[in-house]
Structures are given as C-alpha cells and as structure tokens.
C-alpha cells in the first residue's frame, strides 16, 4: 500500500487535474505527485523535455531508464517502463538482458558500453575514469552523454520516490 | 507582478479582498457540521504559529490584500492570540471567528486593546435556546456565549454573531436576533450561513455541497498550504481535502497568491504532461 495519498481526479488539486486524462486515469506515480502541485510547475516540464527525444533516440533513453531502474529495484518503475521500451523499439531481448546481470554481455557493443557506463553512474560514480568515458564517447557525442546521465538521474530520483513511497506497480 | 494580478481580479470580482488565516485546526468543541472535523481529541493540532500569521498579514497588506480573517478551530486555543490579533489588527482590519467559550476575565482583559482597532470578534451561536444550540455546539455552549458577549461589548469590542443554519425555524431565527440586538449587536454584524456539506457536516449528511461558483475565491492560509477559500481546507476521516489546494507554498505569500490568481484564472501548472517518466 502507498504510503502517499494516489488521489483520484476528483480529490486533485484543481491546478492539476490536466494531469488526468478525460476519463480520470492518470499513473499511480502522477497521482501521487499531484499531493504538491507547486513542484509539478517546473517538474512536469523538467520531466517532459527529459523523457522525450532529443539529441538521444527514445529507445536508448528507455534503456537507460529500464537499466537504472533495474538496478535500484524499483518494482513500480520496471512496471512502467519495461512495456514502455518495447512500445519505442527496444528489442525485447535487450529489454531482458538490462534486466539481468548475467546476460549483459549478450547486448550490442554499443548497449553494453552504455549498461557499464550507467551502472558505474548509478553504482559508484566516482569510478568513472577517462578510460570509460573515452569508450563510451566512440558511440555517443558529449552532448548525447550529458542528457543519458540526466535521464539516469532522473530515472535514480523517481526510483528512490517511488520505493520509498511504496507506490505499487501499475497493473498493466 | 502578482500585486498587478491581484489588483485586476479584485477590480472585476474575481476573488475577494480579504485573506484567510487558519490559525489552527485544533478546538475544544466537536460541533456536528465542523468543516475540519476539529475536537479536543484531535491528534495532530496543526497550527500557523503567531509571528507567521502576523507576517503573513504584512505580506497581504503589501500586495494590496483588504483584511484579514483568522479562523481555525478555535482561534483561542492558541496561548498568544490575544496579542497576535493585537498585531494583525494594526496591520489589516480583521475578523476573528470564534466559539466565545474560553474568555476568562484574564483573556477578556488581554483583548481589551482590540477596542481600539479595526477588529471584530464573530461569535457562533446557532439558537436563542440554550438546549438548541448545546445539541449543534455541544455542551453548555450557549451559557458561556450568552456570558462572553456582553462581555466583550461592555470592553469596546466590536462583536459579530455567527449563525449556521441548519433546521432553525423563522421564529427561532427571530428570536435569535432579538437575543443579538438586546447584546448592542446591529443585525448588519448578524452572518447567517448555511451548512457547507464538507468535513464533518458531509460525513453526517448535513447541509449543501457547493458549486464551483457558489463560493467567492478568498485567499485562505493553513499549516497545510494554501487554498481557494475559507469553506475549502476541510478535513474528512482525518485527512485534509486537497481538492480546493491552491499551494502548498505559504511563504512568501506572494508565491501562494500568484498560484491562487492562477486558479482563479483557470490556469494549470506544468502544462506539458507529456513526460513518460510520470
């Protein structure tokens, strides 16, 4: 059980009952948001221009987003995310493979460098040196690694709020 | 920005004037139509200590706010209300509502300044019968109204009653303002009000859910954050109904009153919802 309040739209802040759609459905992560309307003013935005495309294609932002999840436990963001990657195209073997430790090492070159460089970020980030950069760099720009490190952030944070809130996972 | 804002909407009717200060949720009464399901049990008494309603009321006046209203609970629950009102009163005019059960001698003589202030203390009483109005407000209610009113007026203290009506006859409302005119009490300082079906009064089915226009927006501050208006931070099965939330800044005011014009407006906040990570 939540340890927040998942509020219905009806029992939403009026400020943010956009947040539902015309039928009142709305993720059990945003219905627990909604508790503090004000953060959503600048997080909605924060969050939307995190998650969508742009210098990163959204399936390797799902990726990293299944990965990092995958590493902190978060039973309700794997619930939400794992159906959201095969929707953008992320082969459902890597899908698996990012979710098991043993199987990494079956990704593609340029997956896999990516999986060790989020999993040092997410795990010991000091640990990331020069070598490892300068790998990852042969597949990624500097600016492409900066919005990955942002979404693996991001991703961190809402694993973190979701587990510590109990928010359950979403039935799909 | 926010006091241009503010200016506009009070010019074309918007929002009201006057802000509401929810001093606390804690009381010593449990009336059966208590929008926030106050009573002496009450274990969380969530309260907006006296220097921040009274820096609160600086801010309002400084963004072109009218008044103050203070309300709770029981106002005078609080141990330093008689001087916070003091204070709140040279800000702003104000209106404190109160169920005019704890006025000792010792507190009445701590509210005589208010004689010289632009402040009025509204009293509930719901009925000239004591028998009446003990079953709504609870037990010797009536006797110690009937006791602090005269009270306060023979002090100078301007004096309001309250009226909350439920099943109250015309003759007993008569009766009741009778009652309030032979205490020196104008009928223009008589509110009658009806039962809002929210907090307490909707669990017991009481009263009148209102609509969304039915209740002027006012600006009104709690320990919880910020709402649309007084009638709206109410408490159902223990929990604060966030429906009518506005913000749960409160400090600076300014932030709570841009988000309030926002909901007055009809504006959302974070527009974009498009974010997968939500």
């Known amino acids: 059980m939540s340890r927040v309040r998942l509020l219905e739209r009806d029992e939403a802040p ?65 619930s939400a995310h794992r159906p959201l990657a095969l929707d953008v195209g992320v082969p459902p073997d890597q899908v698996a493979a990012v979710c098991d430790d043993t199987s990494v090492d079956e990704l593609p070159e340029r997956e896999r460098v990516l999986v060790e460089w989020i999993d040092r970020f997410v795990l010991d980030p000091g640990s ?29 944070m809402l694993n973190h709020y979701c587990t510590a809130f109990a928010i359950p996972p979403e039935g799909r | 920005m926010t006091r241009t804002a503010l200016a506009r909407a009070l010019e074309e009717g918007r929002c009201g004037e006057r802000v509401w200060l929810y001093a606390t949720y804690h009381c010593n009464l449990a009336c059966v139509y208590c929008l926030t399901e106050s009573h002496p049990g009450i274990a969380r008494r969530r309260a907006v200590p006296g ?50 059960t704890l006025f000792t001698d010792r507190m009445l003589g701590r509210l005589e300044p208010l004689a010289h202030l632009d402040v009025a203390l509204q009293v509930s009483l719901d009925s000239p019968d004591a028998v009446r109005n003990d079953a709504l407000r609870g037990p010797e209610n009536f006797a110690k109204v009937a006791d602090a009113i005269p009270a306060l007026v023979e002090r100078g203290i301007k004096v309001r009653i309250a009226t909350t009506v439920d099943d109250q006859s015309e003759e007993e409302l008569a009766r009741l303002c009778d009652l309030h005119r032979s205490w020196g009490i104008s009928d223009d300082d008589h509110v009658v009000r009806g039962i809002v079906r929210r907090g307490r009064a ?11 226009t039915d209740i002027l927006p006012e600006l009104t501050i709690t320990a919880d954050g910020a709402f649309l ?24 005011l300014e932030a709570a009153a841009r988000r309030f014009l926002g909901v007055v407006a009809g504006q959302p906040v974070g527009t974009d919802a498009s974010a997968t990570f939500t």
């Open chain 1, 14 to 78: 009026l400020s943010a009952r956009h947040l539902y759609g015309d039928d009142g459905s709305a993720s059990l992560l945003r219905r627990s948001l909604v508790n503090a309307p004000d953060i959503l003013e600048t997080l909605m935005p924060f969050l939307a221009q995190v998650s969508a495309a742009g210098s990163v294609d959204l399936a390797t932002k799902e990726l990293v987003v299944v990965r990092v999840s995958h590493l902190n436990r978060c039973a309700y963001c794997l």
């Open chain 2, 51 to 100: 220097n921040q309603l009274v820096g609160l009321a600086q801010e309002a006046r400084e963004l072109g706010f009218g008044s103050l209203g203070v309300t709770g609970g029981e106002v005078f629950m609080l141990p330093d209300m008689p001087e916070t009102l003091v204070e709140l009163g040279s800000i702003l005019p104000t209106v404190a509502l109160t169920n005019g």
């Open chain 1, 128 to 156: 990331i040196d020069d070598e490892l950069t300068a790998r990852v760099l042969d597949h990624v720009r500097d600016d492409q690694l900066i919005e990955i490190a942002l979404v693996a952030g991001t991703t961190q």
């Open chain 2, 229 to 252: 208006h007084p009638f709206a931070p109410t408490v159902r099965n223990g929990v604060t109904d966030l429906d009518l939330l506005v913000s749960r800044q409160v400090s600076p």
């Open chain 2, 202 to 212: 909707a669990t017991e089915g009481m009263g009148v859910e209102p609509g969304p």
